[in-house]
């Protein structure tokens, strides 16, 4: 009988055996952070000073208009909650990658992970560090003398 931890996922049993090459895994993991920490992560900056530009507070009367504005500023603080964290979740991605890859190296050129190293490998801390987030202001927040009144 197979421990629990080498069986494939429940969804997965029927269609036999997923094989990973652990050299490729290396080098994917590589390739993967440097992908990040080159072409992502310089540009966070530009995006940041593009989502602070300001927009003009809406009258009060135009509900429409305010609603909008509210809506976008949340959606604004989720997208930009979104493209922070993609360089630590991807980081933590290549790492668990790179710790799989390292702990197999020594096997044969096609290994099996047990589903516990996998799960350990990405529980462990991302190698690349988040940056906060830029502060969004709220078009829409009640600050004197930026109201725009009928």
Do not use: C
């Not at 494939?8 to 920490?37: C, H, K, N, T």
């Not at 809406?58 to 360089?87: I, R």
């Amino acid at each position: 009988m197979i421990p629990e931890d080498n069986q494939p996922a429940g969804w997965l049993r029927d269609y036999g055996g997923i094989e990973a090459d652990i050299r490729r895994m290396r080098e994917f993991a590589d390739r993967l952070q440097d992908e990040v920490s080159r072409n992502y992560a310089p540009h966070l900056s530009y995006i940041a000073d593009d989502m602070r530009a300001p927009i003009p507070n809406p009258a009060d009367a135009f509900v429409e208009l305010v609603q909008f504005l509210q809506a976008h500023h949340e959606t604004q603080k989720a997208t930009v909650t979104m493209v922070w964290d993609l360089a630590p979740a991807t980081g933590r991605l290549a790492g668990a990658a790179g710790h799989i890859a390292a702990a197999y190296d020594d096997s044969d050129a096609f290994s099996s992970a047990r589903v516990g190293d996998v799960e350990q490998a990405l529980a462990a801390p991302s190698v690349a560090t988040a940056r906060p987030a830029p502060p969004l202001a709220d078009p829409t927040a009640a600050e004197p003398g930026r109201v725009v009144l009928p």
